[in-house]
């Protein structure tokens, strides 16, 4: 074997390339000059180093591509370590007031039979909102205020927002949200049931409304004050001057200082 084959380290392959020199050294002295195996045999060790030398080179390309693809694979692990630091700190500190998904979302398959019957309603109910109704007062469904991005907050004019923070104006919509519940839920229950507190509650809230609030579900300040947590101090009202702003509330004034917070739908 030569001592390409046979050598694992450098240190080896050299030392085997000496021993093999220093032999056909010798046999050219015992042969008093250079014969013609001891040519082939140097031919055969020129070989073998020419093939080392392009191993050598090769194997520099490799360690080269390697060094590059390690640095990028660096890179990507800085990049991946710094996103699941991101993910675990807004996992830890999702406002309160995201909607959650359900547990376990029901995958329904829709056949076109059931595409044509939907379309078949919707087409209906659309008449039926289009003809005219008799007045039966509110609809059994209260419309809500829907929640600010981060980005329509940060478009409010700093002028507004003052000192308010991101999750402050999510948490009035809650509250505002639940007092709009609140009342309409009492409007809607009929009088035989309304204890006499209740009863003068919704007979209140009956003369607020008049021909401009017509179709609109609003709040006042003393529903806000009666049915949640919100207060309307100066942040509260800077709260409601943005809702204003965002289009997710109108006011209604009159008469006298009476300010009605009525949904944008």
């Known amino acids: 074997m030569t001592a390409v084959g046979t050598a694992l380290t450098l240190e080896a392959l050299e030392e085997g390339f000496r021993n093999k020199i220093a032999a056909l050294q010798i046999c050219s002295d015992l042969r008093g000059g ?55 700190h807004m996992k830890t500190n999702l406002p309160s007031h995201l909607p959650r998904a359900n547990a376990n979302p029901s995958i329904t398959k ?21 003809a005219p109704k008799k007045d039966s007062g509110k609809s059994s469904q209260t419309p809500t205020i829907s929640y600010v991005t981060v980005k329509e907050f940060n478009d409010v004019p ?10 402050q104006i999510n948490l009035a919509v809650d509250e505002v949200n639940k007092t709009l519940e609140t009342k309409y839920a009492l409007l809607r229950r009929p009088r035989a049931k309304l204890s006499d ?32 947590s919100l ?4 942040n509260g009202r800077s709260i409601m001057t943005a809702l204003r702003t965002l289009k997710r ?17």
Not at 58 to 85: N, P, V, W, Y
Request: aromatic share 8%.
């Open 249 to 265: 509330i109108r006011e209604v004034r009159g008469p006298g200082n009476l300010v009605r917070y009525a949904v944008l739908l």
């Open 197 to 228: 507190v209740d009863m003068k509650v919704a007979m209140g809230c009956r003369q607020q409304e008049n021909q401009e609030t017509k179709g609109l579900y609003f709040v006042v300040d003393n529903d806000i004050k009666r049915w949640s």
């Open 34 to 88: 250079w014969k013609e195996d001891t040519v082939i045999e140097f031919g055969q060790l020129k070989q073998e180093l020419q093939f080392i030398r392009s191993e050598i080179f090769r194997f520099k390309g490799i360690i080269t591509s390697s060094k590059k693809d390690l640095l990028t694979a660096h890179t990507l692990l800085e990049q991946m370590q710094e996103l699941c630091t991101r993910l675990a």
């Open 158 to 167: 700093k002028y507004i927002r003052g000192r308010l923070q991101y999750d």
């Open 110 to 130: 829709v056949s076109p039979e059931h595409v044509v019957a939907d379309s078949d309603k919707k087409n209906k109910a659309s008449q039926e909102k289009q």
């Open 231 to 234: 207060k309307l101090d100066s």
